[in-house]
């Protein structure tokens, strides 16, 4: 068995399925209180910071301590390390503190050179295509070290199945979800006014939003209280709770402005949710668009097309996606889309079928995902 020791402390709780997954021929070891769902905001706070003086502050190197581990394994920083070890990459800002100014500095780049240039880093490990496309855009990557795509590893319900799928896409009323702590950054008030819309048109539509209730201004919180066809619970609860919304809902909605990886389209897939999101960085990887879900093209939007990032989106959030826009071609698109599947139940069936195949299968499934560590880990070790 390869012992692969979790070097990094900023572990997202989404981790916890590929450490704890009962591996065939690796073992994780991680500290469980390095594991966060819900970011913190004294981590909020030191990204803004270290956003303002991202130009004096460094970027962390994290120092490793010999435990008789095989591997070393890094959620999105260089290690200082004894041993091989790999890192597992959101996007490639995201080594240097998500700063894309300290990235393209120059003054940075000899001890960017000097970590890449260290033999014990054998693998950068790539949450998407669109960060293993991109990466070498500002890193020059030793010959030694591999380049992969690995998608997070998110666990499959064994009780749940195609029928359960089929079910939930014929029930009376539409069931949509929500899921952000983020609740302006993600889209909600577009959702609110599609919602709205649907409403006084009377079609049979349900939405429940889980969010943080304390990131809705007074004027969204207004209106979600008179409608009668949105429900707010509040964000935080465990996975398993989590799971059954997953479970009622027909319809992902996810009209994000900011998302490197959606974490939620990768779970709602799972229990065979219809995906209707934005166009951003890795969501295309996981929407085929009109087969499991339908893609939305944001006004503004932190990513260009090409994956590299929108600067005149990125430096100003404030004036662009936090500052209450209506992007009024995604509220009619999605008003649109659910008008369609709230009638053509046979559609939405088949979107949701399709998703539930595509997470099950192939390079999403868990099998898949387990199997790539496994080989990568073998290989390098």
Request: charged fraction near 30%; aromatic fraction near 12%.
């Amino acid at each position: 068995m390869i012992k692969v020791k979790v070097a990094t402390s900023n572990l997202r709780g989404f981790l916890k399925d590929l450490f704890d997954y009962t591996h065939k021929k690796v073992e994780f070891v991680y500290k469980k209180q390095n594991v966060y769902n819900k970011s913190k905001k004294y981590k909020q706070m030191l990204y803004r910071v270290y956003r303002k003086f991202d130009q004096i502050i460094p970027f962390q190197i994290i120092r490793t301590v010999q435990e008789g581990q095989d591997i070393n394994f890094s959620f999105n920083r260089f290690l200082k390390s004894e041993r091989p070890y790999v890192i597992y990459l959101e996007n490639p800002s995201a080594l240097v503190n998500y700063s894309w100014r300290v990235l393209i500095k120059k003054k940075f780049s000899k001890r960017i050179r000097q970590c890449l240039s260290d033999k014990n880093l054998k693998g950068i490990v790539c949450m998407s295509n669109a960060c293993k496309n991109t990466v070498a855009m500002y890193y020059e990557i030793p010959k030694h070290i591999k380049i992969n795509c690995i998608y997070p590893l998110v666990n499959e319900d064994k009780e749940w199945d195609i029928e359960s799928v089929k079910n939930k896409a014929e029930q009376e009323k539409v069931e949509c979800l929500f899921v952000s702590q983020f609740f302006r950054l993600k889209g909600g008030e577009d959702i609110v006014e599609m919602m709205i819309r649907l409403g006084e048109e009377n079609y049979p539509v349900h939405l429940t939003m889980i969010t943080n209730s304390k990131e809705i201004s007074q004027e969204y919180q207004e209106k979600i209280r008179a409608s009668n066809c949105i429900d707010i619970i509040e964000f935080g609860m465990s996975k398993e709770k989590l799971n059954v919304f997953y479970q009622q809902a027909a319809i992902l909605l996810h009209p994000t402005r900011g998302d490197s990886f959606a974490l939620v389209v990768l779970e709602a897939m799972k229990y065979g949710c219809a995906l209707i999101a934005t166009d951003l960085y890795a969501i295309p990887e996981m929407i085929e668009d009109g087969k499991n879900g339908y893609l939305l093209y944001p006004y503004y939007r932190n990513w260009n097309k090409d994956n590299t990032p929108n600067f005149k989106v990125m430096e100003h959030h404030k004036e662009t996606i936090l500052s209450g826009f209506v992007d009024e071609d995604i509220v009619n698109t999605m008003c649109e889309i659910l008008k369609v599947l709230s009638t053509d139940r046979e559609k939405l069936k088949s979107l949701c079928m399709e998703s539930y195949n595509k997470a099950l299968h192939g390079v999403f499934s868990e099998k898949y995902i387990a199997g790539a560590w496994e080989n990568l880990m073998e290989e390098i070790s």
